[in-house]
């Protein structure tokens, strides 16, 4: 089967008759069964793929059809496709049938997006490794030893080994720039508010976004543009225009500013860092200025992520009570039988940890101590961040400390896997737009991606700088 780079790769091809949708979604079915064992899928949904490639198909011939037409997409199992079974990767939510659909694949929908099944993540998309997830672990492509990053593990992977042509994930903490980072892929995490969360099975409200995982900067673009803009059933979407990217070829020359704790950290992986500097002395090289800046909170992120993030899990989670829908004990004898051992029974491990240690920080005693006090640090967070970039077009560090980790690694111990999303949540929790690209592989060949960070709405500028970034790899 060939492989294509970039949705208008595939178009073209339809055009001249060298394939069909059909004959796409067949190949890729195909792939989802070789692969089957990297436990990408956790549904594909076959018949209903091939009917309405067969439906695009006429569509092409007519020339009716829409900007998306031939692209095969997987969405992260913590997205609502009416119809569809959903379930973020837990058992509580085992057998439950989306009622309506997410804006985000409404709109991939209305263009003409094919979407072939749901991907495989961690469980409520709580993790780093795809390890949390109750179908079982997600391997790395590039060694099926490793993992695949988290949480959009699934995601990741259904791109990595071509088994869809792009995928849609979420990313709170890290979840769509971690894996990209590990499989070799493009993956942003979109300014807060650009693409409504409608439809998006709720982790941290205040820190959640969708956005693509593709192999190429173009299709990432053209993706994120479809699903931008406002909608009115999520209020925290801006209401700005919907944007327009350009795929622009600039002889501008860019200010990136390098985050001296990153590079100097010491669990940064050798090969990780030498990929970082000589991607610094490409871009001085190709006229770009290079600045440094001292980050004095980057000790402060992840702890302000966890007692933020928690905190909203808690209280998100607590609709899984075992009443209304997804799974109820056959144990329980009473409303609160129902409610405890249905949960108990229903979540993971690393979901129940994460709802006690939300409760905790939540509670009288403890919440000036914890959440309040995290709340003004996010602020200060927000504040420096937003310092940084008003005197530098982006932020460019690492995605990840290290490649893609083997599996087992770090699953036994809670912090050490919290550590791995040092450098991403910091988008997050300043709310701006962050993109992973993949740069280099290492020389056991595993990826290596490089982040740029943006300030709020900037994804044109996120976007064009990506380009400087690719080329300073050549
Ligand atoms: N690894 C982070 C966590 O476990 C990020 C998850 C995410 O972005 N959904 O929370």
Known sequence: MSTYRRITDIQACIRSGGTSCVQLVSEYIARIEENKHLNAFLEVWVEEALER?????QKFKSGTHGRLAGAIIGIKDNLAYKGHKVSAASKILEGFESLYTATAVQRLLDEDAIILGRTNCDEFAMGASNENSAFGPVKNAADYERVPGGSSGGSAV???ANMV???LGSDT????????????LFGIKPTYGLISRWGLLAYASSFDQIGPLTHSLEDNMLLTEIMAGPDEHDATVSDRPAPRYENVASSKKYTFAVMRQAIEHPGLDPEVKSATESIIASLQANGHTVTYFDFEYLDYLVPTYYVLTTAEASSNLSRYSGLLYGHRSQHATDLESTFTLSRSEGFGEEVKRRIMLGTFVLSSDYYDAYYSKAQKVRRIIKNRTREVLSNADAIFIPTTSTPAFKMGEKSKNPIAMYLADLFTVQANIAGNCAISIPTATTA???PIGMQLMCGEFEEQNL???SSEILRACK
Request: glycine content about 14%.
């Open 165 to 167: 042509h792009a995928t």
């Open 53 to 57: 490639a067969r439906h695009i198909d």
């Open 463 to 465: 976007y064009s700088m």
């Open 158 to 160: 259904a791109v990595q």
């Open 173 to 184: 903490g890290g979840s769509i720039r971690q894996p990209a980072a590990f499989c070799g």
């Open 444 to 446: 056991s060949g595993l």
